[in-house]
């Protein structure tokens, strides 16, 4: 066999195909997520991220630039990157690792109702749409109708999601097990928390400040809001709760939160790291 042969052929060996890429990436995902759970990685590895974006090339995010895939093939969208969407309107089609963080401290369950909001070109929806099968659902909420409609075209294989084109500050959310938000507040509507069920769970980019940008998980239990941070985020302001403030608390400050409470059930004390009209947070656990 002539060497140019063998060499043809021992190169189609090593050619890694797109299955195997998405799953590498899949079990990357349920790695990131600091979870257990087999379904994190089968949920990662059955919804297509290609399926959710415009066609390619596509333009990723590498700092503060933006760089060209080669082509139009999926396999490089199966890293840990930022695909931008709308460049004019800085969407874009969030960071993996993050999600899968962010999946897995809210551990969505069969049968579950999550309500996303932001829910932009819908992947990170219908990834949570994967996990809460057969009976839950989730509502995704997006404020741009036009995304919106984008988002609801490449939901359709989803049954079990409803994509709402409407402002999720100002307008009414069905009781969740999950909120799960993809745009950056400085503080979470009440409306947010009160829909939580109990045991229900809400994660947040929280922007008390411009140049502070941190994830919140909270849980509703029976003494009220538990809280605490679970990384960095820097999103994209949501509509009617992004007016960061620039007397907020630090970065070190921010950290230190234990619990959201509703300024209606108790007023600010000596533990309130950041005060807003309709809710504080607190250095304290529930009460």
């Known amino acids: 066999m002539a060497a140019g042969l063998r060499h043809d052929r021992c190169m189609a060996r090593?050619?890694?195909?797109?299955d195997e890429v998405r799953a590498h990436y899949a079990r990357q995902m349920a790695a990131m997520s600091g979870s257990h759970d087999p379904r994190i990685a089968r949920a990662f590895d059955l919804v297509r991220r290609e399926a959710f974006l415009p066609p390619g090339p596509w333009q990723v995010v590498a700092g503060d630039q933006l760089i060209s895939t080669p082509s139009d093939d999926p396999a490089f969208l199966y890293q840990n990157v930022l695909v931008a969407i709308d460049r004019e309107k800085g969407i874009n089609n969030g960071e993996p690792f993050l999600h899968a963080a962010w999946i897995g401290a809210v551990a969505?369950?069969?049968g579950e109702a999550v309500t996303h909001i932001g829910?932009?070109?819908g992947y990170y929806t219908a990834v949570l749409a994967v996990l809460v099968r057969p009976d839950?659902?989730?509502?995704?909420?997006?404020v741009d109708s036009?995304?919106?409609a984008y988002a609801a075209a490449n939901l359709?294989?989803?049954e079990n999601v409803t994509v709402v084109a409407a402002n999720a500050v100002t307008s009414e959310i069905p009781p969740s097990d999950i909120v799960y938000v993809s745009a950056g507040v400085a503080a979470p509507p009440l409306c947010w928390l009160s829909a939580l069920k109990p045991g229900g769970r809400i994660v947040f980019p929280w922007r008390p400040a411009h140049e502070v940008g941190l994830a919140v998980l909270a849980r509703r239990?029976?003494?009220?809001?538990?809280?605490k941070i679970i990384g960095s985020a820097w999103f994209i302001g949501?509509?009617?709760?992004?007016?960061?403030?620039?007397n907020g608390p630090t970065s070190t400050v921010a950290r230190q939160i234990k619990s959201i409470v509703p300024t209606g059930e108790r007023p600010p004390d000596q533990t309130a790291l950041a005060i807003y009209p309709e809710l504080w947070f607190s250095s304290a656990l529930p009460e």
């Open 14 to 18: 090593r050619r890694t195909g797109l």
């Open 108 to 110: 969505p369950q069969p």
């Open 119 to 121: 829910t932009g070109g």
């Open 136 to 142: 839950g659902t989730v509502t995704g909420f997006e």
């Open 146 to 148: 036009a995304l919106a």
């Open 156 to 158: 359709k294989p989803y």
């Open 221 to 227: 239990t029976e003494q009220g809001f538990a809280a």
């Open 238 to 246: 949501c509509a009617g709760a992004s007016d960061f403030g620039r």
